[in-house]
T-cell receptor, first 112, second 115 residues
Framework: GEDVEQSLFLSVREGDSSVINCTYT??????LYWYKQEPGAGLQLLTY?????DMKQDQRLTVLLNKKDKHLSLRIADTQTGDSAIYFC????????????FGSGTRLQVQP | DSGVTQTPKHLITATGQRVTLRCSPR?????VYWYQQSLDQGLQFLIQ???????AKGNILERFSAQQFPDLHSELNLSSLELGDSALYFC??????????????FGPGTRLTVL
């Protein structure tokens, strides 16, 4: 079945690195996504990784995928106050529907 | 700006009423998805349309229905509203909705409050 889990809250200081973790259960997942939601706003696609990759880097963002443990992480380097938001991990299936299954979201608080 | 538009931004209505939420996908995208975000259920997939046809259904109640029109915009109809239907409703679009590399882009959402 489909289940995506995330920790609920993370607090870091400005300039530090943030690591947001996610676990998924469906072994047929294909793409895994990270979305960002700021207060009162929609979901902004940050990055995604295909399930046959181990790592993807995009500017300050690094995604690591451990397929054996079904663990996905998002590292934000040099975290800024503007990075304060809720971060959602999501997966889409290898077969069948392309709809996303989301985790519960991790609220990132960046302290100045 | 994702290029996906949703109207209205906010909607306040009473129990038992019916409302229609509208979504315009990004230019050229054929697929539209509807999601509901609530405090207790999180983000849940409701329904997907591809080029006018229903393609997949998620946790959509029988009181809810949707359609996609020839110009590819979509409407989500919610009827016999209950307090528990209060939520943020998102529309997302993707180029196809049928291929592995498809990526979904989300609109700003419609916040529905049922009193």
């Amino acid at each position: 079945g489909e289940d995506v889990e995330q920790s609920l809250f993370l607090s870091v200081r400005e300039g530090d690195s943030s690591v947001i973790n996610c676990t998924y259960t469906d072994s047929s997942s294909t793409y895994l996504y990270w979305y960002k939601q700021e207060p009162g706003a929609g979901l902004q696609l940050l990055t995604y990784i295909f399930s046959n990759m181990d790592m993807k880097q995009d500017q300050r963002l690094t995604v690591l995928l451990n397929k054996k443990d079904k663990h996905l992480s998002l590292r934000i380097a040099d975290t800024q106050t503007g990075d304060s938001a809720i971060y959602f991990c999501a997966e889409s299936m290898r077969t069948g529907r392309r709809a996303l299954t989301f985790g519960s979201g991790t609220r990132l608080q960046v302290q100045p | 700006d994702s290029g996906v538009t949703q109207t209205p931004k906010h909607l306040i209505t009473a129990t038992g009423q019916r409302v229609t939420l509208r979504c315009s996908p990004r230019s050229g995208d054929l697929s539209v998805y509807w999601y509901q975000q609530s405090l207790d259920q999180g983000l849940q997939f409701l329904i997907q349309y591809y080029n006018g046809e229903e393609r997949a259904k998620g946790n959509i109640l029988e009181r809810f229905s949707a359609q996609q029109f020839p110009d590819l915009h979509s409407e989500l109809n919610l009827s016999s509203l209950e307090l528990g239907d209060s939520a943020l409703y998102f529309c997302a679009s993707s180029a196809y909705g049928t291929v592995l590399t498809d990526t979904q882009y989300f609109g700003p959402g419609t916040r529905l409050t049922v009193l």
